[in-house]
């Protein structure tokens, strides 16, 4: 069992940090997304849904016009803008869509910076980037199965790990590390344990379809098992009669009626302008433990009501819990503080571990200067994967404050320079001496963090003391946490500085055995070579 813990634990350790690092900090993607676009002012208070579809209708009427199929995602406490996207007529594949985001108070396109926002972070937590979809998912899912086998190993291997959380001796070396890595695991076990499985559970179809097949055999009955698990409405084909669609404030005001006035998260219209119009409106997930799609779907020319969707079957019911458990959207402000102090814990624990393996093999190196291959290669991925992971990540917000606003495709030049500054701490760690290393490019996450509210003070309007005087706590509070992460890796920092490892009796010998370098021409030492000097 140790042995699997360690292995399964190292050999997807460095994937399983950025996982993990990537899924906490979205659990605020919405107010990432926010501070990437500045110009949108902030939003006191949540403007009306109903008002807000029908406006975003009306514009899409000339926007998306002849698309066969509109979708408008509301806004909401933590999201300033209303986005949409919509179907190309007559293409196919994954260039059959196009997508646009609003502004609330008008229903026009806005005029803001091109940027993925936080839903990169989120995307790349468990399909990374640069690779097909569907293999990322796959390399996701075998990571996450590693992880659990690692949680279950770990707690069986530590016999008292529950007595070693209330131990953690500081300045012991390879102790004081296992001490860490015990705490972190433990002060977050269940959490741990619960994130992991429902990440598999999210991907269950992909992984494990062979039920599914078994069960659903006819297309029909996959279209339904469909309908099951999300709000997909199969549009069907239009009637080729044209007629208005009715008032899109009236249907939304029903569903607010039944859930709340602030708890609409998307309405979709297909076939809008044709006598088969069918407009879909459905429930947020705010208070909500399970995201099982409620819905209520309505014929477009009338508006008269045709299904409510207000519950599931208890198979879907329980899949719903577990990815709704996953998400952690039903939470308040303090529910995803809790979700992102706990799973950064997490991280810590990840990376502790893979730091862990290094510190244990060194003290049994023959020769700590000349470290077999393996070792090298352990210890500088380490370095790149988690103090360069720190930099690419604060080094994409720079590319947002720094790209100028016109340029092409601006939104993907941002994930190049995040896979070009981790691509260039990866060279660093395997060009300098791995203690150097680790210092330099700790200080250097801590300036990247600590500095991005003064670059956001020198290119916008929208800067920490501003953002306090106007009481805009999602530019606030972000930069804030900014600097709390600095301070984190400035203590790192100072405490790899400080830290000289001991050697150990066979390390010793070893630094014995190796002969003394010759003093260098221009430092002459002993009388021979004064003499050497005076001739």
Not at 162 to 178: A, E, N, P, V, Y
Not at 194 to 207: A, F
Not at 220 to 249: D, H, M, Y
Not at 503 to 518: D, K, N, T, V, W
């Amino acid at each position: 069992m140790s042995d699997l813990h360690i292995w399964a634990g190292l050999l997807v350790g460095w994937i399983l940090y950025a996982m993990f690092l990537t899924g906490t900090v979205s659990y605020f993607k919405d107010e990432i997304s926010q501070w990437m676009r500045p110009e949108l002012a902030h939003q006191a208070e949540v403007p009306d849904p109903a008002l807000v579809a029908a406006r975003i209708a009306g514009e899409l009427q000339t926007v998306a016009a002849g698309s066969p199929q509109w979708s408008i995602g509301l806004p909401d406490a933590r999201n300033n803008t209303a986005s949409a996207f919509w179907r190309k007529p007559g293409v196919e594949g994954r260039r059959a869509f196009q997508s646009a985001t609003f502004d609330p108070a008008t229903g026009h396109k806005v005029a803001a910076r091109d940027t993925g926002g936080g839903e990169f972070f989120y995307r790349f937590h468990f399909q990374f980037h640069y690779m097909p979809v569907l293999w990322a998912r796959w390399l996701a899912g075998f990571c996450a199965m590693f992880m659990l086998v690692a949680i279950v190993s770990g707690v069986i291997t530590h016999k008292k790990i529950f007595i070693d959380f209330f131990t953690f001796r500081w300045g012991k070396g390879q102790r004081s590390w296992l001490d860490a890595h015990n705490a972190l695991s433990v002060f977050g076990l269940p959490f741990h344990a619960m994130i992991t499985y429902t990440g598999l559970v999210t991907l269950m179809s992909l992984y494990m379809p062979w039920g599914e097949q078994a069960a659903f055999k006819t297309p029909a009955e996959r279209q339904q098992l469909r309908a099951e698990t999300s709000a997909f409405v199969q549009p069907g084909k239009p009637s080729g009669q044209a007629a208005a669609l009715a008032p899109i404030e009236d249907m939304v005001r029903q569903a607010q009626a039944r859930w709340g006035r602030d708890n609409i998260n998307r309405v979709t219209i297909t076939h809008p302008g044709d006598a088969s119009a069918r407009v879909s409106i459905t429930r947020g997930d705010e208070g909500r433990a399970s995201v099982s799609p409620q819905f209520l779907l309505f014929e477009g020319p009338t508006g008269r009501l045709l299904q409510a969707k207000d519950s599931v079957g208890p198979a879907a019911e329980t899949r719903g819990v577990m990815y709704a458990l996953h998400l952690g959207r039903f939470g308040d402000t303090v529910t995803r503080w809790l979700y992102f102090l706990v799973s950064l814990a997490g991280t810590a624990m990840v990376g502790t571990g893979l730091v862990l393996w290094t510190v244990k093999r060194r003290a049994k190196l023959p020769d700590p200067e000349r470290p077999y291959f393996g070792f090298r290669l352990v210890e500088r991925l380490n370095i790149a994967a988690i103090a360069g992971l720190s930099i690419a990540m604060a080094g994409m917000l720079w590319a947002n404050r720094l790209l100028p606003l016109g340029l092409a495709q601006r939104a993907e030049w941002e994930v190049h320079a995040f896979f070009i500054v981790w691509g260039a701490t990866l060279a660093w760690a395997l060009l300098r001496p791995a203690r150097r290393a680790w210092i330099e490019l700790l200080w250097t996450g801590a300036a990247a963090l600590a500095l991005l509210p003064v670059l956001n003070a020198l290119t916008t309007d929208r800067g920490l003391l501003a953002s306090l005087r106007a009481g805009d706590w999602i530019f606030a509070g972000l930069e804030l946490t900014l600097l709390a992460l600095a301070a984190l890796h400035v203590a790192l920092a100072i405490r790899t500085a400080r830290h000289k490892p001991k050697l150990r009796p066979q390390r010793q010998a070893a630094a014995a055995r190796r002969p003394a370098a010759p003093p260098p021409p221009d430092e002459p030492v002993g009388e021979p070579a004064l003499q050497e000097a005076a001739r």
